[in-house]
């Protein structure tokens, strides 16, 4: 990339076939429409993504994702679908199929995992454009922490005995809701970062990682049925995005 060239941005969609919460995930119908399809359509309606492809080992999903004009153009190996595969090595695959085959190589990835149907593209957009005006390694997807569920406020059992998760005694804990600090927890919408950084560190982190925080009304990490439901509920309340072109 020269010094004027805009980055070359891919959102890699990772899609496998089987699932160990719900059967099928990715293609089951989520408020009339197969969960892939949702994240399909905010890479097209972002504006940053120079390319988006899907990794799968399931011909469904490759057809659903072909039918939304998201490009497909591998097979993932068996060993990299299984429920041990490790998102670094999936997104490495790709990394090595695309200098094969189109002898290109993106300057930086956005790894949009389907499970995350409310993240929209400028939600795309401005977790890449926080990443570029930055000296950032990557930027991660947050959402807050609701209280009841702070650090601060969680405990262990030991020996029948309530014992603070942080190890603070508990006649030290803060008492009163508006004191705890703001927590976040990753919602699994988005984690973006430099090529570089992946081949230098093995890691999508880096040293310095920034934080996007998105609201807890975009923030389902579908993986569980309760989750399922919830989705199905917000998206009750959403339009739906335009792809970027139409």
């Known amino acids: 990339m020269h010094a004027h060239d805009p980055p070359w941005v891919l959102g890699l969609i990772p899609a496998r076939r089987g699932s160990k919460g719900i059967r099928h995930k990715n293609l089951r119908p989520l408020a009339g ?82 499970t995350a149907p409310l993240r929209e593209g400028h939600h795309i957009d401005e977790a890449i454009g926080l990443l570029l005006a930055s000296d950032a390694d990557s930027v991660v997807s947050v959402t807050p922490v609701p209280t009841h569920y702070h650090p601060e406020w969680q405990f262990c059992v030991r020996d029948h ?11 030290q804990l803060v008492a009163r809701r508006q004191d705890l600090p703001a927590t976040y927890s990753r919602n699994g919408a988005l984690y973006v970062f430099w090529t570089r950084v992946l081949q230098e560190t093995g890691s999508l982190y880096g040293t310095r990682c920034l934080a996007y925080v998105m609201p807890p009304e975009v923030s389902v990490n579908i993986d569980t049925v309760e989750d399922w439901r919830r989705a199905e509920r917000l998206l009750g309340s959403q339009p739906a995005e335009t792809p970027h072109g139409l």
């Open 33 to 114: 429409r197969p969960l892939i399809q949702y994240t399909c359509a905010a890479a097209l309606a972002s504006r940053h993504l120079t390319q988006v492809l899907v990794s799968t080992d399931c011909p469904r999903v490759a057809a659903a994702a072909r039918a939304d004009g998201v490009q497909v153009p591998f097979r993932r190996p068996s060993r990299l679908a299984g429920d041990t595969a490790r998102s670094v090595d999936v997104i490495q695959h790709a990394l090595h199929w695309l200098a094969q085959h189109q002898h290109r190589y993106p300057d930086i990835v956005a790894l949009l995992q389907p």
């Open 161 to 171: 005995q309530l014992v603070s998760w942080t190890g603070t005694p508990l006649a």
